[in-house]
């Protein structure tokens, strides 16, 4: 069992910034694929970023260049840098984890991001 707590969401400006965080409970988190995903009001929850155990990335075409995900496996913990920040930005963000052997996936509560003047 992986317990997920997202932090670091909130409201800013078009063009801010802000860095989101996952901290993961159990002692193998390394191997993990970690994920961010988001949904919109009205929208469907779609990928936005995905960091494999051996540090490959992926992003959605409409974030690529702007967000970028990481991973610390000493602090259990990965994230979510943000960056030019835009008000279809605005969704719940959530955190992933998938088991690599059995591709079970474990989810956070999320975390409310508002990019808005």
């Known amino acids: 069992q992986v317990q997920l707590v997202e932090s670091g969401g909130g409201l800013v400006q078009p063009g801010g910034s802000l860095r989101l965080s996952c901290a993961a409970s159990?002692?193998?988190?390394?191997?993990?694929?970690m994920g961010w995903y988001r949904q919109a009001p009205g929208k469907q929850r779609e990928l936005v970023a995905v960091?494999?155990?051996?540090?490959?990335?992926n992003y959605v075409d409409s974030v690529e260049g702007r967000f970028a995900i990481s991973r610390d496996n000493a602090k259990n913990t990965v994230y979510l840098q943000m960056n030019s920040l835009k008000p279809e930005d605005t969704a719940v963000y959530y955190c992933?984890?998938?088991?690599?052997?059995?591709?079970?996936?474990?989810w956070g509560k999320g975390t409310l991001v508002t990019v808005s003047s």
């Open positions: 992933n984890a998938e088991r690599p052997w059995d591709r079970v996936n474990y």
């Open positions: 159990g002692s193998i988190f390394s191997i993990y694929t």
């Open positions: 960091i494999r155990s051996g540090g490959s990335t």
